[in-house]
């Protein structure tokens, strides 16, 4: 009982000089913070509408119906220029394709309209969006053309919308940001602050009093671990909030993975702070730990870019498996005991770097 | 063994993996309530005497009795009995006077008033500061408030005055005067010998891990004129130092 007081002591100072370090606050909520904007901002406004520029010539009844149908398809955003001016926005990019409704178009002779042609040109760099309107243009004419000559149709498309998991680059990105950011808490907190209080005398002072060291360690990783699932939440949420991320899985499942991954590079931490005599040394070794990670491991982009001799290793890195467990609980739904080679991975980048910490680790 | 001895050491050795021996069989005893000082040159073994008697030094042979409790096979049982004032200790950043105070209380199962204790040392004013903010003799008065959390038999302090200007240094005397009236005994280590014939009951004068001489500080002074000794200069009524305090006062330039 009076350990377990001992310890909470602990973690409730520990927590309180954690927090009031404006560094961390920084590193581990704004910065991420940031950088989620950045990519949220950049991700969404993907699938613009196609830009169609009309140009009328007839004045028929017809023709009228027509331009009001275009202007009812959702996917069109519709300017009516003339045929110049059409020409040139094409020209210039700043439009998709040019619609031009000819001047007999729907005037009608003995119950049939004058054969016509409505001409639509598009940029040839650009053939997607046209082709999608040509298709939309094509349907709108023959229905027309079955409406004022009164044919019943022979053959008809019925369309229903479904509503699929739009999962865009933001969906993607988050769980590997948040990632990095339990990375970099893992390894650089850890690291600086022992290192620090091992060379001021602060942890023999600790050493002094009846508190096992062991539990010291201890108190330190649950204030780390309290801090990274505030950050996730932080996180989850503003994307959430701010850019529509999707969380098709548990939240359980995913936090679980946040803390795997934290308890991961704490271990890391702990080695380099054990290691590391001075404060000097920190910073280089635990970037050249974690600046390889952060390329090699798909935080940004997926790893499927990568050449194959490449990929057999990255598979196998520390954050591949955390970053991978995420994205498929967030993005996917899997449930976490669906994933037992990202369970194995990270229980053995555990097992290694904890052993690591063991060996290397110094009081003085 | 009689009750008013609370720390008994016998044949103390600390032999380092490198072969150097630090302590060579060093045996004191210290009585309840005394002020014991370890005097002697910087390398003399009075810090690793301290540390292996504390707990935080493994020792090589020799046997360490604490309040009856034998040091060696219960370091933690001798953890929460005792104050330890290390050399250069510094405490965490980012948390204030009270907070350490309670911590330190928290970390020994024990609870106490932080006000009360800081007031004690004089830093009630402080309370709400960082040790960053603080002065050296400030520091040096709240670390031995650290000491004092687990209400301890015995409060081990290593170079308390060190670095400190003549006024705090006397401010700090009379903080020790004071634990000492509380009924705590305090084993300091020292090379000023102004302090240590001011401040301490007995004193252990220690040279190349060995102790050389044991007794107080006025009998010690009486043995060696009784050799024959004579000062090689000249004795006044009265030393620089008062002089320096006579004319910069007594009162603390925290």
Not at chain 1, 175 to 192: K, R
Not at chain 1, 273 to 298: C, D, H, I, K, M
Not at chain 2, 35 to 53: C, D, S, Y
Not at chain 2, 125 to 150: P, Y
Request: hydrophobic fraction near 45%; aromatic fraction near 8%; glycine fraction near 8%.
């Amino acid at each position: 009982m009076k350990t377990v007081k001992s310890f909470v002591a602990m973690v409730k100072a520990s927590l309180k000089m954690f927090m009031r370090n404006k560094g961390t606050i920084v590193f581990s909520l704004l910065l991420p913070m940031v950088m989620l904007s950045v990519f949220g901002f950049l991700s969404s406004n993907s699938g613009p509408a196609i830009r169609l520029a009309i140009t009328n010539h007839s004045t028929t009844e017809m023709a009228a119906e027509f331009e009001k149908e275009l202007v009812q398809v959702g996917a069109f955003s519709i300017e009516t220029l003339s045929e110049a001016e059409a020409a040139d926005a094409l020209g210039k990019g700043h439009v998709d394709l040019h619609v031009i409704v000819p001047e007999r178009f729907g005037e009608m002779k003995d119950g049939r309209p004058v054969p016509e042609q409505i001409e639509t040109r598009f940029n040839n760099g650009k053939p997607q969006g046209a082709q999608i309107a040509n298709l939309v243009i094509s349907q709108i004419v023959n229905s027309l053309d079955r409406k004022f000559t009164g044919n019943a149709p022979m053959l008809s498309i019925k369309t229903t919308g479904v509503t699929v998991n739009d999962l865009g680059y933001f969906d993607f990105v988050l769980p590997g940001i948040l990632a990095m950011t339990i990375m970099q808490l893992g390894i650089f907190s850890v690291a600086f602050s022992f290192v620090a209080w091992k060379l001021n005398g602060a942890l023999r002072r600790i050493q002094a009093t009846p508190i096992h060291p062991f539990q010291f360690v201890l108190a330190q990783a649950v204030v780390r671990l309290i801090v990274v699932i505030m950050t996730a939440t932080v996180l989850v949420g503003f994307g959430a909030w701010f850019f529509d991320f999707h969380m098709m899985g548990s939240y359980i499942d995913f936090a679980l993975v946040c803390i795997i991954g934290a308890l991961i590079f704490l271990g890391v931490g702990f080695s380099i702070a054990g290691w590391a005599r001075e404060e000097t040394q920190v910073a280089p070794v635990a970037n050249l730990v974690q600046l390889p990670l952060l390329l090699l491991s798909g935080i940004f982009f997926p790893a499927e870019v990568f050449p194959k001799w490449l990929q057999s290793i990255t598979n196998f890195l520390p954050l591949t498996y955390v970053v991978d467990a995420m994205r498929k609980i967030a993005n996917e739904g899997t449930s976490l005991w669906e994933l037992p080679g990202d369970l194995l991975g990270m229980c053995v980048w555990m097992a290694v770097t904890y052993t690591i910490a063991v060996k290397l680790f110094r009081w003085e | 063994m009689s009750s008013s001895i609370v720390l008994q050491v016998e044949n103390l050795v600390k032999t380092y993996d490198n072969g150097v021996e630090a302590v060579k069989g060093v045996s004191f005893n210290v009585n309840r309530g005394e002020v014991f000082g370890i005097l002697g040159p910087n390398g003399a073994g009075k810090t690793t005497t301290l540390e292996m008697i504390e707990g935080l030094r493994p020792i090589t042979s020799g046997t360490i009795i604490l309040d009856g409790i034998n040091a060696v096979q219960h370091p933690y049982k001798i953890k929460e009995r005792i104050g330890i004032q290390l050399q250069s200790s510094s405490f965490f950043q980012n948390l204030r006077l009270n907070e350490l105070i309670e911590m330190f209380a928290a970390l020994y199962g024990c609870k106490v008033d932080p006000l009360k204790l800081l007031d004690d040392v004089g830093l009630k004013d402080k309370a709400r500061a960082m040790v960053k903010e603080l002065s050296g003799g400030q520091k040096q008065r709240f670390s031995i408030a650290t000491t004092l959390v687990n209400n301890p038999v015995v409060v081990f302090l290593d170079e308390p005055t060190t670095g400190l200007d003549p006024q705090a240094r006397r401010n700090l005397w009379e903080l020790i005067g004071q634990i000492r009236e509380r009924g705590t005994t305090v084993v300091l280590t020292t090379h000023y010998m102004d302090e240590a014939q001011s401040l301490c009951d007995r004193i252990a004068i220690m040279d190349d891990g060995k102790i050389v001489a044991l007794d107080s500080p006025g009998q010690l002074i009486r043995q060696l004129l009784a050799r024959g000794f004579t000062p090689r200069t000249e004795v006044h009524a009265a030393t620089l130092e008062d002089v320096f305090l006579d004319l910069t006062g007594k009162t603390l330039r925290d």
